[in-house]
């Protein structure tokens, strides 16, 4: 038995649920700071109050993680 290089649809089933769960993970990040500047939720790390501006911040930049994730996922 020779050992080959996987094929190109092998390295596409391996690379597909690292990409979902890459995904889910940061439409999950979005979605919590989402919430927390819509509910107003205050947050305070080691006596620093964190500003809700920071989380429009990160949920701009984990929405274009997710779509940039997933737009690369399902362009080939």
Same mark, same amino acid.
Not at 46 to 73: D, I, K, M, Y
């Given at each position: 038995?020779? *050992?080959?290089?996987?094929? %190109? @649809? @092998? &390295?596409?089933?391996?690379?597909?649920?690292? $990409?979902?769960? *890459?995904?889910?993970?940061?439409?999950? %990040?979005?979605?919590?700071?989402? +919430?927390? &500047? &819509? #509910?107003? !939720?205050?947050?305070? +790390? /080691?006596?620093? #109050? %964190?500003?809700? !501006? *920071?989380? #429009? %911040? #990160?949920?701009?930049? *984990?929405?274009?993680? =997710?779509? $940039? &994730? !997933?737009?690369? =996922?399902? /362009?080939?």
């Amino acid at each position: 038995m020779s *050992a080959s290089s996987p094929s %190109v @649809d @092998d &390295v596409e089933v391996l690379v597909k649920p690292f $990409t979902t769960v *890459a995904v889910v993970v940061f439409a999950l %990040v979005a979605l919590l700071q989402l +919430i927390r &500047v &819509v #509910a107003g !939720w205050e947050v305070t +790390i /080691n006596g620093f #109050a %964190v500003p809700l !501006w *920071a989380s #429009a %911040v #990160a949920f701009v930049a *984990a929405s274009v993680l =997710a779509v $940039t &994730v !997933w737009r690369e =996922a399902h /362009n080939r």
